[in-house]
């Protein structure tokens, strides 16, 4: 069975930093893009980040320079480590794999269809000022 699991969300103050780990099992991300998307309350769904199947990675403007997302040394883990967080960090970020992760799409996070690729239940980030 394929499945994506977040961890490493928790609560910090504004200032901190947390690192979040994508583990992929049923399948390996080679050739993958994998990308860190969020939800906040009452928001759509951000694309925050993505590491794509040729190596080359974006960042969205608003988390440029704090945040850097890797691969670990499986090739089933991807990390997203995010320092100097601020309040409106505060989200369920989530992780997907897709052969290819549109970059015009900020994705559906929550209950995506097949099209979209291999999504996780979302891990939570609150950041408190």
């Known amino acids: 069975e394929v499945q994506l699991v977040e961890s490493g969300g928790g609560s910090v103050q504004a200032g901190g930093s947390l690192r979040l780990s994508c583990i992929g099992s049923?399948?390996?991300?080679?050739?993958?893009?994998i990308g860190w998307y969020r939800q906040a309350p009452g928001h759509e769904c951000e694309r925050v980040s993505t590491?794509?199947?040729?190596?080359?990675?974006d960042y969205s403007d608003s988390v440029k320079g704090r945040f850097t997302i890797s691969q670990g040394n499986s090739k089933t883990t991807v990390y997203l480590q995010m320092n100097n967080l601020k309040p409106e960090d505060t989200a369920v970020y989530y992780c997907?794999?897709?052969?290819?992760?549109?970059?015009?799409?900020?994705?559906?996070?929550?209950?995506?269809?097949?099209?979209?690729?291999?999504w996780g239940q979302g891990t939570q980030v609150t950041v408190s000022s």
């Open positions: 590491i794509n199947g040729d190596g080359s990675i």
């Open positions: 049923g399948f390996t991300f080679d050739f993958f893009d």
């Open positions: 997907a794999a897709a052969l290819y992760l549109d970059p015009a799409v900020n994705g559906p996070c929550q209950n995506p269809a097949p099209a979209f690729g291999y």
